[in-house]
């Protein structure tokens, strides 16, 4: 199993930015591949980015041209940089490594999820 924990979530006003990390437990990017979600209270939990084990990324229509997902693979760890907030952006934020097609990710592994609020 991989073991991910998430940090880098906090309270911003509208049109900041935040980065969000998530440290895996080892050398997992070239066999997984990573994936940011997000759950806003009464609400399902939706995928927000993806990137591939070979660096392909897409993100849900909803983020794009603000959001970026990369990796570090010498630090084990994926980032979402989180740009132009707005407040429909406050949920709980969660990474998770799994299985990616062109039009899929399977979730096998998630981390603990950390709060992002944006405020007006």
Do not use: H
């Not at 990390?21 to 997984?32: E, L």
């Not at 609400?43 to 603000?66: C, E, M, P, W």
């Not at 970026?68 to 132009?84: F, H, P």
Request: charged share 15%; net charge positive.
């Amino acid at each position: 199993q991989v073991q991910l924990v998430e940090s880098g979530g906090g309270l911003v006003q509208a049109g900041g930015s935040l980065r969000l990390s998530c440290a895996s437990s080892g050398s997992i990017f070239r066999i997984n591949a990573m994936a940011w979600y997000r759950q806003a209270p009464g609400k399902q939990r939706d995928l927000v980015a993806a990137i591939t084990s070979g660096g392909r990324t897409n993100y849900a229509d909803s983020v794009k041209g603000r959001f970026t997902i990369s990796r570090d693979e010498a630090k084990n760890t994926v980032y979402l940089q989180m740009n132009s907030l707005k407040p429909e952006d406050t949920a709980v934020y969660y990474c998770a490594a799994g299985a990616a097609g062109t039009k899929y990710f399977v979730p096998s592994s998630w981390g603990q999820g950390t709060q992002v609020t944006v405020s007006t």
